[in-house]
């Protein structure tokens, strides 16, 4: 169980750091490797869009933050189970998931991509009899799944994270990875020999998961509303996508705690 305690200056400077008292730690459950969410820097310290927004919900419930590394598709059983108390790792909400977890509010959107190397397809539409790389369990999975016949893809491989994939679609033994575009834009832009290539209107919508109706996740949704009130998200977006967040998007935008249907 990898473990870190993270307080960021821009927590202190908003007078958060002191709230974290000597309470049962908040354990969140994240793929480490997913950036700009969550990713290991130099120091192989925990960063990240998600790391810093689920620091400042722990300093407002007033825990310790304690992050778990768990590949993706095993995050689901693990908040089920009770093993963890939330989820990050830019998890879509959808009516699927919500029939056996819960979701707080969104805060941020997105759609999937095409990925591929500087010489490969320029489109999903040469993607006919070419190999797909996609993160077990994820939308990318579940679009590509239910694509592949009009697409005409050749195999669908399936990964536990991005750099496993971009290792194989560099070698050229996958043609091109269908991911999150927020994190495949973060990973590409200094890398000249991978591009995005086209972007997957899906209107996927991120938030932290929950076990079914935790208390939780009704109180970490009082808590995204306040940080959506005061600016830290809007900050938050601008330090790791170098950009204010449009207006009307979930980042800034207050909205209901998402409901099964």
């Known amino acids: 169980m990898l473990r870190t305690l993270i307080v960021p200056t ?5 007078g958060l750091a002191g709230v ?11 793929n480490i490797g997913n950036v700009p969410w969550e990713f290991q820097d130099e120091t192989g310290a925990f960063v990240g869009f998600e790391v ?6 722990a300093a407002q419930l007033g825990r310790e933050l304690e992050i778990v590394n768990i590949p993706f598709n095993g995050l689901f059983s ?10 990050m790792s830019s998890i879509t909400i959808t009516g699927e998931r919500l029939k056996s977890v ?3 509010q969104p805060y941020y959107d997105s759609d999937q991509s095409l990925t591929v190397t500087a010489e490969g397809p320029a489109s999903l539409d040469e993607m006919k009899d070419k190999v797909v790389g996609v993160d077990t369990g994820s939308t990318g999975d579940m679009w590509a799944t239910e694509h592949a016949a009009e697409y005409g893809f050749a195999d669908i491989r399936r990964y536990e994270g991005l750099q496993p994939a ?24 200094d890398k000249p020999a991978l591009k995005v290539v086209q972007r997957i209107a899906t209107g996927e919508k991120y ?7 935790a208390e939780l996740a009704t109180e970490v949704d009082g808590i995204l509303t306040g940080l959506k009130e005061d600016g830290t998200l809007a900050e938050l977006h601008e330090k790791w ?12 935008t207050v909205l209901d705690m998402p409901a099964a249907e």
Request: charged share 15%; net charge negative.
């Open 166 to 189: 971009m290792l194989d679609l560099t070698a050229g033994r996958i043609d091109g990875y269908i991911s999150d575009i927020p994190a495949l834009q973060y990973y590409v832009k």
């Open 102 to 104: 819960s979701f707080a």
């Open 241 to 252: 996508f170098g950009a204010a967040p449009e207006a009307g998007t979930s980042t800034v």
């Open 207 to 213: 938030s932290f998961m929950f076990a079914k109706d």
């Open 10 to 14: 821009w927590i202190v400077a908003a």
């Open 52 to 57: 810093d927004l689920a620091t400042a919900v």
């Open 78 to 87: 693990a908040v089920q189970s009770g093993r963890i108390d939330m989820a």
């Open 20 to 30: 974290a008292q000597a309470q049962e730690a908040l354990e969140v459950g994240a």
